[in-house]
């Protein structure tokens, strides 16, 4: 195992052993990994503690100053990119060459925070009354908690330690109980480029409730950020009311990819394939809904099923592998739940479904279905895995109709040329995201998050450093 393999708690710049202990397994080969600490609510609240104490001397910082720790990290970050890839393979299951890519995307909103730690400005603001002059500055929330998914073990991470560090706040964070060694090696980073102890804290857990409610309760954090379920985040929410905790929460979605008869149909598979299949389509704005316009459905279909079919799936150790295996079984059953129940349904499964047992459990074969209907579970439900359900519509009225029929709103795609209709179906898409042409929407300096039941706030972008202050208006008497 790499160096950066850790297994205790990191709270105050120390590793922090526990009695209990949790297993993290490789879900390509059933092999334990690690026996990680459990962290409970005493250990969670004494990393509160901790970021508390910390931050009085981190939030005086100047600006420069935290920009080159961030730096630093991000340097450190780029040079151990394979080892930290490696790992997060191990753990989660996805390709190598996938996770070092996610390592590079996780190190650039350090890289891009580290920048916008010296671009926090404020305002002076015209007053009727010349004896007086108002001052809005930004100020740091305080002590931040963050609450992590396991389909991205660093890239979540990062997106959210980056910028409430570079606004001069501290965290807690607690990892997810399938993938914690990710945060657990890039703690170890920080901690080895001079990031002072207590700054960041992480917590592993296998009582991610407990300790969830502990970090959303308490009336020292005041900034929760969530990434995960939309039941999960209704929960958070409802806790963080106790103290009115300032909330950021990036919560599912099902997503559609609408394909109109104007679109390049080559580019607009190739696009589905790419943003259908990262992590096996374990993320949360992989395509779930394929909208396909009647007239060209089946020519989409034949291109889709074609690219799908050479799509190789193995352990993330192999050479040239598309897909892992799927995170655990409850993924697995989920998966053939829907494609099960969308079959006695009437769907047509046109490739895989099913597991490819002569790999392993966990591993799913990638699948076409069509025939797909509104009225499925499969059309309602997030599938989170290498699933392609094609639904069909006539015109671009009931596509955007289609699309827009969920509660949920965080990343939408279309295909299309026409210009005038790319502008009038982007308006008409209710996310937070659109992808025209592309299936691509990520980036550090692109705001990401949702609307609806798909959450509150941005992350990244110059916009996603905000979530991390306070505005204070000072009003200056007396200078006439």
Not at 224 to 252: N, R, Y
Request: charged fraction near 25%; glycine fraction near 10%; charge should be negative.
């Amino acid at each position: 195992m790499s160096s950066l393999t850790k297994k205790d708690c990191f709270i105050e710049g120390h590793w922090v052993p526990t009695d209990k202990r949790f297993s993290v397994t490789n879900p390509a080969t059933g092999e334990v990994l690690a026996e990680v600490a459990d962290a409970d609510e005493e250990l969670t609240q004494r990393a509160i503690n901790v970021a508390e104490t910390a931050l009085k001397s981190w939030r005086k910082k100047t600006a420069r100053e935290r920009a080159l720790l961030l730096r630093k990290w991000y340097e450190a970050m780029m040079e151990n990119k394979q080892a930290l890839g490696e790992l997060m393979s191990a753990e989660q299951g996805k390709p190598v060459a996938e996770a070092v890519g996610e390592v590079e995307y996780g190190a650039s909103f350090v890289d891009w925070f580290a920048g916008e730690a010296e671009r926090i400005d404020g305002d002076i603001l015209p007053n009727t009354d010349s004896s007086k002059r108002v001052m809005v500055t930004k100020e740091p929330v305080g002590v931040c908690a963050a609450i992590t998914p396991w389909n991205f073990p660093n890239a979540m991470i990062t997106r959210k330690i980056a910028p409430a560090l570079a606004a001069g706040c501290t965290i807690v964070v607690k990892p997810p109980q399938l993938t914690p060694l990710s945060s657990l090696a890039l703690a170890q980073l920080a901690s080895e480029v001079g990031i002072p102890d207590g700054v960041i804290n992480i917590i592993p857990t296998s009582d991610a409730k407990s300790v969830g409610k502990r970090l959303a309760t308490s009336p020292t954090v005041r900034k929760l950020s969530f990434t995960g379920s939309t039941g999960v985040g209704k929960i958070l929410m409802q806790q963080c009311a106790e103290h009115i905790t300032k909330l950021s929460l990036e919560l599912g979605g099902n997503a559609p990819f609408i394909v109109f008869d104007d679109a390049d149909i080559e580019q607009a598979a190739e696009q589905l394939i790419a943003c259908k299949f990262r992590n096996g389509g374990q993320t949360c704005v992989s395509a779930n809904r394929i909208l396909v316009q009647q007239s060209i459905a089946e020519k989409f279909t034949d291109a889709v099923v074609s690219k799908v079919k050479a799509l190789k799936v193995g352990p993330g150790t192999e050479d040239n592998v598309d897909l892992g295996p799927l995170i655990d079984q409850d993924a697995v059953d989920k998966i053939q739940r829907l494609v099960l129940s969308a079959k006695s349904d009437g769907a047509t499964i046109e490739t895989g479904g099913s597991v490819m047992t002569e790999l392993g459990d966990l591993f799913y074969a990638p699948t076409v279905l069509t025939g797909v209907t509104e009225e499925m579970d499969i059309s309602e439900e997030e599938i989170f895995g290498p699933v392609v359900a094609i639904n069909t519509f006539e015109s671009e009225e009931e596509g955007i109709e289609k699309a827009n029929n969920t509660p949920f709103g965080l990343a939408s795609y279309f295909a299309a040329k026409d210009t005038a209709r790319i502008f009038r179906v982007s308006e008409a898409l209710e996310y937070g995201m659109v992808g025209v042409n592309t299936g691509g929407i990520s980036h550090a300096y692109n705001p990401f998050g949702g609307i609806k039941e798909s959450g509150l706030g941005r992350e990244g972008s110059k916009y996603g450093i905000d979530e991390y202050l306070e505005l204070k208006t000072v009003t200056l008497g007396g200078l006439g």
